[in-house]
Every structure is written in C-alpha cells, then in structure tokens.
C-alpha cells in the first residue's frame, strides 16, 4: 500500500510530459475498469492497479518498466498478477500489430518504439501461446483507458482487501495450501 500511495504525484515520465494522469490515478481507473468488466478476477485487477510501478522504481526505463514491475510485485502478489504486468508491454504491441490503425494515447506511441515496435510473425506466436495472453490483452486495453483526467476512479484503501485477498492466495500456493472455493 505504501508503494500504490507513492504513486500519487509520479508520473509515467521524469519530466511530467507523458500521460495526462499520475500513476496513483492510473491505476486506479485501470483497476475499476478491470473489477466493471471483469468482476470475479481479482488477480486481473489488481494487475491493473500495480502494472506501472516499474514506472515509479526505474524512472525513464520505459523498455524495461514492466519487467521491473513484474520482478517487484511477484513476492506478494504472485506469479499470475507478475506475468500480466510484464506482459502489458507485449500486449500493446500485440494489438499495435493485428490492429495496426488501433489509437494509443501520445506517450504511448512514442514509447511503442523503445519497446519494439510491432510484433514479429514469430513474436506473435509466441505471445499468443502464452496462457496469461488473453488476459494481458484484456489489461492493456483497460491500461489504454484508465487515462482520463478528473475520473473518480474511487481510493487506494477500496483495495486494501482485494490486495490482502491476492497476496493471501499467493501465499497459499507457494507453500500448496490453495484450494478453490468448493474443494
């Protein structure tokens, strides 16, 4: 929680010239998209509300936010919410090469580049083989969305039982004690 406030007032760029939204608001709006749409996947929200914390621990490394991101979250959150992280990058330029037209918002398609462009053919296989793609696409497109300034997206502490829940049920697969409801 206490990285999610830090959030407040840091944005995606050093300098404040990228998205017109903090990264505290971002993924606050990119989370409550996720939980309107996607109701019973709380790992899939939360990813959306952590998915740019790389911004915020690696300042600038637009190509290299993501892993940073994913590598920072893993102990808690788990292995699935890590993975839709990292691939929220590749999941943007998946849609950026089977939607070539598709609209980014400006610091997007800047930083598109640095990231590596479209997908290869081969790229492209292998991202839509991944299990968790479908998903990471799923959260670049709320990712897309949750850029609106003055959006009441709702607060920080409306999440803290959501994160407790997913770090809870990470901690429970680490040590083999997870079981779904109804086991």
């Keep these: 929680m206490e990285l999610l406030h830090a959030c407040r007032g840091a944005w995606d760029t050093p300098d404040r010239s990228g998205d017109p939204v903090d990264l505290h608001d971002h993924g606050l709006q990119t989370a409550a998209l996720l939980r309107r749409s996607h109701p019973a996947d709380k790992e899939l929200q939360v990813a959306g509300l952590v998915h740019d914390l790389g911004h915020l621990l690696r300042p600038g490394d637009d190509a290299g936010h993501a892993e940073a991101g994913a590598a920072a979250v893993r102990p808690l959150l788990g292995a699935r919410v890590a993975r839709l992280v990292e691939l929220h ?32 053919a081969a790229e492209l296989r292998a991202f839509v083989s991944d299990p968790e793609a479908e998903a990471a696409v799923i959260l670049r497109q709320a990712d897309d969305a949750g850029k609106v300034v003055g959006l009441d997206a709702g607060v920080m502490e409306d999440w803290r039982e959501v994160l407790h829940l997913v770090a809870a049920r990470a901690r429970a697969r680490r040590h083999g004690t997870y079981q779904l409801a109804g086991e």
């Design 89 to 120: 990058v590749p999941a943007k330029r998946y849609l950026a090469t089977v939607e070539p037209g598709r609209a980014l918002s400006p610091q997007s398609a800047l930083t598109m580049r640095t990231q590596g462009g479209p997908m290869s």
